[in-house]
């Protein structure tokens, strides 16, 4: 099954190989279960350098606006403003150059979108592909880190726009003629790929974080479960507090998935002080960005750190909906 390595494979064969880091002292935030961000000081002492990479593998559709969202998204939720990327693009061996075309021109795009620089990279024809796979490195600079292990016992848990949004479009783009939806439906789901970007979200939360996240692989659940483990701490979700979308409602039911476990990149997951949670949330409004609270933090009451739904309790990792699917696809179910 394709996805995440799993934090124990992490633990034992990635987290400690990281060649000079231990003699490193300009180094903040190195790899670690549930960060998707490296931290390292600037060289003026002032600012910190974020910097994070992420790869695009089985959506078929718009990979280099997700691409560049997605990558960028991790250094917003970080703190900082994403301003250059890298790019590397591996095409099938059989593909013509209008998919190279049109890579390159979402990939300009969405970099316009969010005041990035595309300053270099790599581009090749490779025979053993069946679909395009993209990797970006997003760069940026802050002021304060903001780490996804950040989350304090109190804090309130709020998601910016909704869940799934995200893998509402790629339900719809990649799987919609077989799901019997509504053309409409899918249109609308489509233009959600638009919104992917938690970009100007995190500029306006960042001023009253502990912790925020992109949920990516396995949606809002996944990336709850991710920020507890990064914070060692217990996150009490309410699922009927999590905003759905209709058509992500009615992609999921069709296609038979959670919608809180399908790509979730386009809401922000922060927790944010009691004392902090209004104000944040009326900046929020007054710029047009949706967001409710969904949880809450505590202190873990023994065991390990994890996520609870209403009466489901979560440690493990979790999986996203959309690999079964894709798999299917592909051995031509």
């Known amino acids: 099954m394709p996805g995440k390595v799993s934090p124990d494979d992490l633990l034992t064969h990635v ?32 600012d910190t350098l974020v910097v994070s990479s992420d790869p695009i593998s089985l959506a078929a559709s718009q990979v280099g606006r997700l691409g560049v969202s997605v990558a960028t998204n991790d250094v917003a939720v970080s703190g900082a403003d994403p301003r250059w990327l890298t790019a590397v693009v591996l095409l099938p061996g059989g593909a013509d150059e209008t998919v190279l075309e049109e890579i390159t021109r979402d990939l300009d795009e969405a ?36 780490p996804t292990g950040g989350a304090e016992p ?30 409409d439906t899918c249109t609308r789901a489509v233009t959600f790929l638009e919104e992917i970007s938690v970009v ?12 925020m996240h992109d949920p990516t692989e396995g949606g809002v659940a996944a990336g709850l479960l991710e920020v507890a ?63 409710a609270v969904i949880g809450t933090v505590r202190e873990v009451d023994g065991g390990d750190p994890g996520l609870s739904i209403g009466e489901e309790s979560i440690v493990d990792p979790i999986d996203d909906d959309l690999y079964p699917l894709w798999a299917a696809a592909d051995a031509g179910g």
Not at 15 to 43: C, K, N, V, Y
Not at 119 to 146: C, I, K, N, W
Not at 200 to 211: F, L, T, W
Not at 259 to 286: M, Q
């Open 229 to 291: 483990r990064a914070s060692n701490v217990q996150i009490d979700a309410d699922r009927d507090a999590v905003p759905i979308r209709k058509e992500t409602a009615t992609l999921c039911e069709a296609a038979g998935v959670d919608p809180l476990r399908i790509f979730g990149s386009g809401g922000l997951i922060a927790t944010v002080p009691a004392e902090s949670l209004d104000p944040c949330l009326a900046d929020l409004e007054e710029t047009g960005i949706e967001a």
């Open 200 to 211: 100007p979200d995190s500029r306006i939360v960042r001023e009253y974080a502990n912790a």
């Open 15 to 46: 987290f400690e190989r990281t060649g000079a880091t231990e003699s490193d002292d300009t180094i903040l935030q190195g790899p670690a279960d549930g960060e998707d961000a490296a931290a390292i000081e600037w060289p003026d002492g002032d």
């Open 154 to 183: 109190g804090d309130a848990v709020v998601l910016t726009k909704a869940a799934g949004i995200e893998g509402t479009a790629i339900l719809a783009a990649d799987f919609g003629d077989d799901l019997g939806v509504d053309p």
């Open 111 to 146: 970099a316009r979108t969010v005041g990035a620089s595309i300053v270099g990279g790599h581009s090749e024809y490779v025979d053993q592909l069946e679909r395009p796979l993209l990797s970006l490195t997003a760069m940026g600079t802050t002021e304060r880190f903001v």
